[in-house]
């Protein structure tokens, strides 16, 4: 079934939750969000590619080396985001998308790739906390 979205078109708290226009909402953005990170590190294997250069300087190799060890750090998370949106594009082709994974309650629709409620994640955590103590 292909929905075709309204270019003006927001979810909002009043409609019901997850309806199909909602759900193609969201996998837009989610695929849109997807992109440009892959860009941006496709960018970033440009540029580390061709900073092959070697400053003669030593506080400007220094200083080369903190912005590639930076850039990295970023393109990391980047991509551990980019697994988050693909599961979260395979939620919204199984159904499950936008629903708690322990309490199956609706998650708020400004938390895209979220998979707990708050205070699902809020116990998740404190547990998280707890067992790293021992």
Aim: with cysteine; glycine share 2%.
């Amino acid at each position: 079934m292909t929905v075709t979205l309204p270019s003006d078109y927001k979810p909002s708290e009043d409609e019901s939750f997850m309806n199909p226009q909602m759900r193609e909402y969201f996998r837009l953005k989610l695929i849109d969000w997807r992109n440009e990170l892959l860009q941006a590190s496709s960018e970033t294997i440009q540029n580390l590619q061709e900073g092959g250069l070697v400053a003669p300087d030593i506080a400007d190799r220094a200083s080369a080396e903190t912005d590639r060890s930076l850039e990295l750090r970023t393109r990391d998370r980047a991509r551990k985001l980019i697994s988050k949106i693909d599961a979260a594009l395979e939620r919204i082709e199984n159904g499950s998308y936008g629903y708690c994974e322990e309490t199956q309650e609706p998650i708020s629709i400004s938390r895209p790739i979220a998979t707990y409620s708050i205070e699902a994640q809020e116990r998740h955590e404190r547990m998280e906390r707890t067992h790293r103590d021992d």
